[in-house]
C-alpha cells in the first residue's frame, strides 16, 4: 500500500513540476528549490521580526497598542512588514511540508539520511509552534483564545497538573513578567529552529541555502504584494474577564485547537504524539520502495578518483560529499545539469523528467548523477563546472619503515602514516609524492588494503630522474616523506564473474600485486591468470612469490615471459611480446577481463590486439589508457611503473 502510495506521489509530483517548468523553466521551477526557500522564507521571516520587535511593547497593556501603532501608524513600514511577517512564517510552513513530503515521495528519508529526516520534522514542528506563539503576543481576542486553549491543553499532563491555566483566569493573573516570557519564546523558538536548520544543511552535500536571484525577488514580490492586498490585522484586544464567544479563526496554524473542543485534549495529544513518533520512525518502517544495495564505489573522470557510494546514495551526492566540483543545479532530475557519461558498470535511475534524459541519450550511456543509484561499481566521466576545482586530496606525512633492494634497479619502498593511522585505499590506486618545490611523483600500491597501515611501494630506479635516485643513494629508514592519496580509477572489479587476464610490464606488476593480494584475502573465486612481461630474467624481481601464487590458489596462474632474454638468462620459457603470448593461448577473449598494467606503447599495442579477439572495451581496464594524456612520458622508451606514471 505504501509502495501504492509512492508510486502515485512520484508521478503527481513529477506532473506538477513539469507545469511549473512550463512557466518557470527548468533552472528556476520552484518545485526544485523547496530547501532553499525554505531558508529564505525562514530570513524574511528573522528580519521582519526584528523590525516588528523594536517597536512592540512586551507588556499586558502595552502590547496591544503598539501593534495597533505598527499596523496602523507604520503602515507601508511596521504594517507592511507585519503582513509580510505573518504571510512568510506561512510560507516557510507549507514549504517545509512539502519538501519533507517530497523525500518521502521518493523515498529519499532512509538510510543515511534518518538524520536529515527526523531533524527536518524536528524544524516543522518547532516552526510552527513558533507561529502558534506568534499569535499570543498581539494580545487580542485570538491570542486570548490561543493563550487559554493552550493552557487547558498542555494543564492535562500529569507533569503540570493544571498550574498553567491559573495563570490566565483573570485580567489580574497576566503579568507583564509573564507575558515576556511569551515573547522570549518567540525568539528562542527561531534560534532553535535556526540551529537546526544549520545542522540539518551540514548533513546534506552540497545544499543551496539560496534559491536563484530571480526566484528569491519573485517570492518576495508576491508575498508583498499579498501583505497590501490582504495585511494582517488584530482583532478585538483581549479581556480575560470575558469568554471568547466568537473570533476569527485561522485554520492554517490552529487545526489542532478545533480538535482539543471536539476530541478532548488528552486524545488530542495521543494523536499529535503518535503522529510525530510515526514521523520519527518512517526511516525504518518499512516497506522500502527500492531494494536495499550494498554499497559501491565509483570511479570518476576527470578526477583520478574513486569515491565509496553508500546505500541509498546517488552519484551525485557521494561525488560532492567528496568535494568534487560535479555540475548540478535541480537534485530533482528535472533540469539535466548533472547529466554525464556511464563508462563501467549500471545504475537504478531514480523517477525524472524525460526532458531531462531522453531515451536515446539513455542509450547512448548518458545518466543523470542526481538520480542515479548504483547496482555495481561504476566508473563515470563528467564534465566539471567552468572554473571549478575539486577538493584538494588529502595530505599526510609518511615515516620511511623498510627499504628493500628487490633487483639492480627496483626498490622497495615501505612506508607507514605519522601516528600508525591506516590510509583507506582500493586495490590498484596510486599515492603522489611530494617533492619540496611541490613536484609530484606517482607510485602504486603494491600492497593490498586489508595491510593499510602498511605502504608498500615499488620504486625503479630512473637515471636522471629527480626522486628515485633520491630513494636509491640518500633516504634512509625513518626519514619522513610528504605524500596525498589515494588516487587512480584503476582497481580491481568485483561485481563480475568472467575469468581474469592481467598483463604486467617490468613494475606495472606492482598494481597487480595489490589486485591479486586483495583477490585472495576476499576468497575471490574467479579464475585469474598474470601474464608478467619483462626484458631479462633478473627483471622478475617478485617472480618467486608469483609463483608461490600459483601453487597456494588453485584459480591463479602464472606465465612470465621475457622480450628480449640473453645466453646468461637461461630461459626456455615464453618469449616475445607480453601481450602476443596471450593472444597465443586465448583465441576468443569474449568471455574475459583483461588488466593491463605497463608501458603505454605496449597497452596501446595490446588493446586493439586484444579487441579483435572479441575483447569488450567494458571488459579492458589499464592504467595508461585513463592517464596517459594527462601525464605526458618523458620518452617513448618509459614505462608507467604504476598507475599515474613516473618521472624519476
Not at 494580545?139 to 490566565?168: H, I, K, S
Not at 630512473?462 to 589515494?486: A, C, K, S, Y
Not at 605526458?632 to 598507475?643: E, I
Amino acid at each position: 500500500m505504501f509502495k501504492h502510495l509512492q508510486s502515485i506521489g512520484q508521478r503527481a509530483f513529477l506532473a506538477v513540476e513539469r507545469v511549473f517548468s512550463s512557466f518557470f523553466g527548468e533552472r528556476l521551477n520552484p518545485l526544485y528549490y523547496l530547501g532553499a526557500i525554505a531558508y529564505f522564507l525562514f530570513w524574511v521571516v528573522v528580519a521582519t521580526g526584528l523590525y516588528l520587535y523594536a517597536f512592540f511593547e512586551t507588556s499586558v497593556v502595552q502590547a496591544y497598542p503598539s501593534v495597533e501603532a505598527l499596523t496602523h501608524g507604520q503602515r507601508y513600514a511596521g504594517g507592511l512588514l507585519r503582513s509580510l511577517h505573518r504571510y512568510a512564517s506561512d510560507a516557510l510552513v507549507l514549504v517545509i511540508v512539502m519538501h519533507l513530503l517530497r523525500h518521502l515521495t521518493f523515498d529519499r528519508h532512509r538510510g543515511f539520511r534518518w538524520f536529515s529526516w527526523v531533524s527536518g520534522v524536528a524544524i516543522l514542528w518547532l516552526t510552527y509552534a513558533s507561529g502558534i506563539n506568534g499569535y499570543m503576543l498581539p494580545w487580542d481576542r485570538l491570542a486570548q483564545f490561543v493563550v487559554t486553549a493552550t493552557t487547558e491543553w498542555f494543564d492535562v499532563l500529569p507533569v503540570l497538573g493544571g498550574a498553567m491555566a491559573r495563570n490566565f483566569i483573570s485580567n489580574a493573573n497576566v503579568s507583564d513578567r509573564l507575558f515576556s516570557l511569551l515573547s522570549f519564546i518567540h525568539i528562542g523558538l527561531p534560534l532553535s529552529v535556526l540551529a537546526l536548520l544549520w545542522v540539518h544543511t551540514q548533513r546534506v552535500p552540497g545544499a543551496k541555502t539560496t534559491p536563484p536571484r530571480p526566484l528569491w525577488i519573485a517570492l518576495l514580490l508576491t508575498l508583498t504584494l499579498l501583505s497590501i492586498v490582504k495585511p494582517a490585522l488584530s482583532q478585538a484586544p483581549a479581556d480575560m474577564g470575558t469568554l471568547v464567544a466568537e473570533l476569527r479563526f485561522d485554520w492554517f496554524y490552529l487545526p489542532t485547537y478545533a480538535l482539543i473542543g471536539t476530541w478532548g485534549a488528552t486524545n488530542t495529544w495521543f494523536l499529535v504524539l503518535g503522529a510525530t513518533l510515526v514521523l520519527l520512525l518512517l526511516p525504518w518502517l518499512p516497506p522500502r520502495f527500492s531494494e536495499r544495495s550494498r554499497p559501491w564505489s565509483m570511479a570518476v573522470h576527470p578526477d583520478d578518483r574513486i569515491v565509496d557510494v553508500r546505500p541509498g546514495e546517488t552519484l551525485l551526492d557521494a561525488g560532492l560529499r567528496e568535494g568534487l566540483p560535479m555540475p548540478y543545479e535541480c537534485r530533482n532530475g528535472g533540469c539535466g545539469v548533472c547529466k554525464c557519461t556511464l563508462l563501467h558498470g549500471e545504475v537504478r535511475l531514480h523517477a525524472h523528467q524525460d526532458l531531462a534524459l531522453s531515451q536515446a541519450e539513455r542509450a547512448a550511456g548518458k545518466i543523470l548523477l542526481c538520480c542515479a543509484e548504483p547496482v555495481s561499481e561504476v566508473e563515470i566521466a563528467y564534465i566539471p563546472l567552468p572554473g571549478a576545482h575539486a577538493q584538494p586530496v588529502k595530505q599526510y606525512v609518511a615515516r620511511v619503515t623498510r627499504l628493500q633492494l628487490l633487483s639492480s634497479d627496483v626498490m622497495q619502498l615501505d612506508l607507514q602514516l605519522d601516528g600508525g593511522a591506516a590510509l583507506p585505499f582500493h586495490a590498484g590506486q596510486y599515492i603522489n609524492v611530494l617533492l619540496d618545490d611541490g613536484a609530484r611523483r606517482s607510485f602504486s600500491f603494491a600492497s593490498a588494503p586489508h595491510s593499510a597501515r602498511d605502504i608498500e611501494l615499488q620504486v625503479r630506479r630512473i637515471e636522471g630522474g629527480r626522486f628515485t635516485p633520491f630513494v636509491f643513494d640518500t633516504l634512509r629508514v625513518g626519514d619522513n616523506l610528504q605524500i596525498e592519496g589515494p588516487l587512480g580509477a584503476f582497481t580491481l572489479r568485483e561485481d563480475n564473474q568472467k575469468p581474469i587476464i592481467f598483463v604486467a610490464g617490468s613494475t606495472g606488476f606492482a598494481p597487480v600485486k595489490s589486485m591479486l593480494e586483495h583477490a585472495f584475502r576476499t576468497g575471490l573465486q574467479r579464475q585469474m591468470i598474470l601474464y608478467w612481461g619483462v626484458r631479462s630474467r633478473k627483471d622478475f624481481y617478485l617472480g618467486a612469490l608469483a609463483e608461490q601464487w600459483a601453487q597456494e590458489h588453485p584459480n591463479f596462474q602464472y606465465v612470465p615471459v621475457l622480450s628480449a632474454p640473453q645466453p646468461d638468462d637461461h630461459w626456455d620459457g615464453r618469449t616475445g611480446l607480453v601481450h602476443e603470448a596471450i593472444l597465443a593461448d586465448f583465441p576468443d577473449l569474449s568471455a574475459h577481463q583483461v588488466y593491463a598494467c605497463g608501458s603505454v606503447q605496449m597497452v596501446q599495442a595490446a588493446q586493439p590486439a586484444f579487441a579483435q579477439r572479441g575483447l569488450s572495451s567494458d571488459d579492458c581496464f589499464s592504467d595508461a589508457f585513463h592517464l596517459a594524456p594527462q601525464k605526458p612520458l618523458q620518452s617513448n622508451n618509459a614505462d608507467l611503473v604504476q598507475l599515474g606514471g613516473s618521472h624519476g
